[in-house]
C-alpha cells in the first residue's frame, strides 16, 4: 500500500460536492476529491464560482490540538 495521500481504497464524501470518489487529497480530517481540487486550483478569485467554494472550504474540520 503506497503512503501517498492522494490514493485510497475506499470512497470518500468530498466536503465540496459532497460526491463519493476514491481519489483526492485529506486536508486536516476533511476530504477534497481531485475533480474538485482541480478545478478550485484552476478558478480566478473574480469568478463567481470562487464564493462557493470559499462556503464549500469552511466546512474543513481540524482536528483538536493537544498539548
Request: proline share 4%; hydrophobic share 25%; net charge neutral.
Amino acid at each position: 500500500m503506497s503512503s501517498n495521500s492522494l490514493y485510497e481504497l475506499s470512497d470518500k464524501l468530498c466536503i465540496v460536492c459532497d460526491t463519493k470518489k476514491n481519489t483526492g487529497i485529506h486536508l486536516y480530517t476533511s476530504f477534497i476529491c481531485e475533480d474538485c481540487e482541480k478545478e478550485i486550483v484552476r478558478t480566478e478569485t473574480s469568478d463567481p464560482k470562487y464564493q462557493f467554494f470559499l462556503e464549500r472550504l469552511s466546512r474543513v474540520k481540524r482536528p483538536p490540538l493537544y498539548s
